[in-house]
């Protein structure tokens, strides 16, 4: 069987690892996928009917693109770990494995016969990472965990969208920061086990990693006595901030973090010096304070003026700006990159290039494809045959 690095043909920093992951979803998906794309050799354990991502939507040419996203690389074995005889054979793959994922529901792993604990006693080398929605402790570990519900129990929907009008963040940005953590978490792990020669246990849950993320507003709630409130495109404490419609039917994004930027807005692109030295707002706290007035000034010259006029003026006083674009906009974006995927089907499809850059890494180089419901079971089968895992 053929590993990603093979595949590749690059000297990959995980060829020699094998990952094997009992996962579902997006979280666990995505983190073994990051592992599959550094050359590991990555084997998916799925239901007979398959990972129910597979059925999200069919949106890249009929095949579902959470799961084109998060499982390129990979070999698909169908096992159903309450069966003895499918049990045993994990158990074979995992005496030969390096890193073990899961995320299936709370307890669901151990009941199995697999928990994390056990497994690391049994097999000293084994990094094993689960991943939940709320921690394997306390009243709400057994509660599902969908991303959208975790974004609400955080708080996270509570300083996003608009005034009164609280707004999910419209990615799966719990299940993306979990995924995230994870990485990171068997990372150390690895580097760990380099050193000391054992595994060690790694656990992370989509709520641990969204309080994470909103430790500023729990300080601004518990030390200052007020949480940030939904602002839309504005900022709690910044002006000018946000997003302006130009004459043309576009919207620019400007983003004014100290006093001189703002001088410089008003000299050179509103063509109003005076104004940065207007007693309403003269300083940061003065220009929050008076946000409406001053976003009304900024509103009406750039009613005035089309993006791309705009877009000349604030470049070169040196302000920085964004366009607020559409999905559209973004899929043509000069700056997107893409990489070639081979989907189930064998036909191709472009998704967003890999966020990190490695220098020995063609960044052109297709990912891997993605694998059939247990494609690969036979093969993993014939290869592991005899294998025996450790008493």
């Not at 060690?200 to 949480?227: C, E, R």
Request: charged letters at 20%.
């Amino acid at each position: 069987m053929a590993t990603a690095a093979q595949i590749s043909g690059t000297d990959k920093p995980y060829k020699d690892l094998l990952v094997v992951s009992i996962e579902q979803a997006v979280a666990a998906p995505l983190c073994s996928c990051h592992f599959a794309q550094g050359g590991a050799r990555v084997i998916k354990i799925e239901r007979p009917e398959g990972d129910f991502a597979r059925k999200y939507d069919q949106a890249v040419m009929g095949e579902s693109s959470y799961f084109v996203w998060a499982n390129h690389g990979k070999e698909s074995l169908c096992l159903d770990i309450k069966d003895p005889e499918d049990a045993a054979f994990l158990h074979v793959l995992l005496g030969k494995a390096d890193v073990f994922i899961q995320n299936l529901a709370p307890g669901a792993s151990a009941r199995a016969g697999f928990d994390s604990t056990e497994l690391r006693a049994r097999y000293p080398r084994l990094i094993t990472c689960d991943i939940s929605g709320y921690g394997e402790t306390g009243s709400y570990r057994d509660m599902k965990a969908y991303d959208f519900l975790v974004q609400c129990e955080s708080g996270l929907v509570a300083v996003n969208g608009a005034p009164g009008a609280p707004g999910r963040i419209g990615v799966s940005v719990c299940d993306i920061g979990a995924s995230m953590n994870a990485v990171i978490g068997i990372q150390q792990a690895l580097y760990r086990r380099s050193v000391t020669g054992t595994g060690s246990g790694v656990k992370v849950s989509l709520f641990d990693t969204a309080a994470d993320w909103m430790t500023v507003p729990l300080m601004h709630t518990v030390y200052a006595g007020k949480a940030p409130e939904p602002v839309g495109l504005h900022h709690p404490s910044i002006a000018p901030y946000g997003g302006f419609a130009t004459s043309d039917g576009h919207m620019l994004a400007i983003s004014i973090q100290n006093e001189r930027e703002w001088r410089r807005l008003c000299s050179d692109v509103l063509g109003d010096a005076d104004l940065a030295t207007d007693a309403r707002f003269c300083n940061a706290s003065l220009r929050v304070k008076n946000r409406r007035d001053l976003d009304a000034i900024v509103s009406a010259f750039f009613a005035r003026h089309s993006r791309v006029a705009l877009e000349e003026l604030l470049r070169a006083a040196a302000i920085a700006y964004g366009g607020v674009n559409s999905v559209e906009t973004f899929a043509g974006h000069p700056q997107l990159r893409r990489r070639t995927v081979t989907l189930e089907s064998g036909k191709s499809a472009k998704l967003a290039g890999a966020p990190v850059q490695y220098s020995y890494e063609n960044p052109d180089e297709p990912f891997g494809r993605i694998p059939a419901i247990g494609e690969h079971s036979d093969a993993i089968r014939r290869e592991f045959a005899g294998g025996a895992a450790n008493a």
